[in-house]
């Protein structure tokens, strides 16, 4: 069985920096692409960030609202990839979750249990 552990998460003032980790375990299936996700109370899970296997380029996607600010980077022979959270708006106070995909289109997918990222103004 597949397990996310994130960590990282705490409490910041805005405009300072945070850095998450997530390690996948358990499994030795690769993943094609592994990202971040987020929600904050009353709202929906929002994608973050998404980067794609070596094999797939190594792209790198961002939602508009983190473009310049957030960076992910990937170490994929650990399955382990990384947010770097500069210029942190309390906007950006939500639970942060990994996730990673494999098989065709990305269709099965495994979550962490999320790491909470407070930001205060």
């Known amino acids: 069985q597949v397990q996310l552990v994130e960590s990282g998460g705490g409490l910041v003032q805005a405009g300072g920096s945070l850095r998450l980790s997530c390690a996948a375990s358990?499994?030795?299936?690769?993943?094609?692409?592994m990202g971040w996700y987020r929600q904050a109370p009353g709202k929906q899970r929002e994608l973050v960030a998404t980067?794609?296997?070596?094999?797939?380029?190594?792209?790198?996607n961002y939602a508009d609202s983190v473009k310049g600010r957030f960076t992910i980077s990937r170490a994929n022979a650990k399955n382990t990839v990384y947010l770097q959270m500069n210029s942190l708006k309390p906007e950006d106070t939500a639970v942060y979750y990994c996730?990673?995909?494999?098989?065709?289109?990305?269709?099965?997918?495994?979550w962490g249990k999320g790491t909470l990222v407070t930001v205060s103004s």
């Open positions: 358990g499994s030795m299936l690769s993943f094609n692409a």
């Open positions: 980067i794609t296997s070596v094999t797939s380029g190594g792209i790198t």
């Open positions: 996730n990673a995909a494999r098989g065709p289109g990305g269709s099965v997918n495994y």
